[in-house]
Nanobody
Framework: QVQLVESGGGLVQPGGSLRLSCVAS????????MGWYRQAPGKERELVAT???????NYADSLKGRFTISRDNAKNTVYLQMNSLMPEDTAVYYC?????????WGQGTQVTVSS
């Protein structure tokens, strides 16, 4: 079993930045992909970005240039640096870890962009 714990969410003004972190623990094997997804009120969960253990990244097209995903394999941690935040970025952000066709999810962290 894998546990994921997100942190770093909060309230930020438009144009501001936040850095989310997610620590994975439990039965973690190499070759996994970690990522971030988000779900806004009344909308489906959508991809933000993923990163493989080898460092290959994939971003939602609409977020390229503003969001940056990274990971520290030694710490089993994935990060999401979010810059130039906009009100439409308001959502619950979920961390995920996928290995051998099984995905695990964190509880989510709320990000609210508002003045």
């Amino acid at each position: 079993q894998v546990q994921l714990v997100e942190s770093g969410g909060g309230l930020v003004q438009p144009g501001g930045s936040l850095r989310l972190s997610c620590v994975a623990s439990g039965s973690i094997f190499g070759g996994n992909t970690m990522g971030w997804y988000r779900q806004a009120p009344g909308k489906e969960r959508e991809l933000v970005a993923t990163i493989t253990s080898g460092g290959r990244k994939n971003y939602a097209d609409s977020l390229k240039g503003r969001f940056t995903i990274s990971r520290d394999n030694a710490k089993n941690t994935v990060y999401l640096q979010m810059n130039s935040l906009m009100p439409e970025d308001t959502a619950v952000y979920y961390c995920s870890l996928t290995w051998s066709y099984t995905s695990y999810w964190g509880q989510g962290t709320q990000v609210t962009v508002s003045s």
